[in-house]
């Protein structure tokens, strides 16, 4: 039998995974809520955060964190203003914001829709009215209604918000206005900028986010992610990542798997793969604790990091 450790497991040592979809799904999952929690904490890490398109996942962290608590991993959820859970909605993010066992275990990140957005579903040829009723960020003048009372609810309880997928453009009118409503913890889901775009939204206070997913094979599928039609996203360069990441410094950027589904390997083999990845662009492995740990620990508030946006 073969006992050899894993090589680039010691880099998952005090590592925050901000970004695994392990709650239920219409698609198979590779593990459950509690597999994943058990899984980050045999391999050292300290934080875990659930994505959910379907639901709000802050009740289901503060389940997971009620039973498996003594492990030491911090497990966080929050919500993704998806039409599932009631789409872009001030009513739903306050709901949001206290949803699990008591003070403290309310969602810890507001997010924008993930695939409901006018960028996903032109990607996707979904049809003209489909796309039409997808969130749309204007290039002049007033953002849609309600998104900035919901930037006030994010930026009065002080949790990440979550710009979602949406273009370049679009991501930094969001930034704009989040920042000057006062949200301090931004993070940019940014696989499909380019290093002037992202340097922009870092200069604006925002963090950007670099995830596994679009990296791998997972691309090269078509799944069923929101409703029965099998889509595929378009596969980011290793090189693409490496030149963002060069642009702005490891101070603003999140590493995560964005794992979870069954075509990936489990969230903590997924990361182990994806900082193995960005290493062998020449990233130290200091600056590759500050992308998976300091970074997402500071911004989604995990017990034992810096205090701080």
């Known amino acids: 039998m073969n006992t050899q450790p894993i090589a680039g497991m010691e880099r998952l040592q005090g590592a925050v995974d901000s970004h695994v979809h392990c709650c239920p799904h219409i698609n198979d999952r590779t593990a459950t809520a509690f597999d994943a929690t058990r899984q980050a904490a045999a391999a050292g890490m300290k934080g875990l955060g659930l994505m959910d398109v379907f639901a709000n996942s802050s009740g289901l962290a503060a389940l997971a964190m009620r039973e498996l608590g003594h492990l030491g991993v911090d497990v966080f959820g929050g919500i993704i203003l998806e039409p599932y859970v009631g789409g872009l909605s001030a009513r739903v993010v306050e709901a949001a914001l206290d949803m699990g066992y008591g003070p403290g275990t309310g969602a810890r990140f507001v997010s924008l829709p993930c695939h409901h957005t006018k960028m996903v579903a032109e990607a996707e040829g979904r ?9 749309s960020i204007p290039e002049t003048g007033p953002l849609p209604d309600p998104l900035p009372e919901i930037m006030e609810l994010v930026a009065s309880r002080d949790v990440v918000f979550n710009t979602g997928h ?13 920042a000057r409503r006062g949200c301090r913890r931004i993070l940019c889901p940014a696989s499909y900028y380019d290093p002037p775009t992202v340097s922009e939204l870092v200069g604006l206070g925002a963090c950007v ?26 596969a980011v360069d290793l090189e693409a990542v490496a030149a963002n990441v060069e642009a702005v410094g490891c101070a603003n950027v999140v590493l995560s798997s964005d794992s979870g589904s069954y075509v990936l390997p489990p969230p903590v083999e997924a990361l182990r793969e994806w900082l193995v990845m960005v290493a062998s662009t020449g ?14 620990g500071r911004l989604f508030k995990v017990p034992g990091f810096e205090a701080g946006g």
Do not use: W
């Open 283 to 296: 990233v130290s492995d200091d600056d590759l604790r500050v992308m998976v740990a300091d970074n997402p």
């Open 209 to 234: 986010e670099f995830a596994f997913f679009v990296m791998s094979h997972a691309t090269q599928i078509g799944q069923t992610m929101i409703d029965a039609e099998k889509h595929r996203f378009a």
């Open 166 to 178: 949406v273009t370049g453009p679009e991501c930094v009118r969001v930034v704009e206005e989040a």
């Open 127 to 135: 049809s003209p009215a489909y796309v039409e009723s997808c969130l």
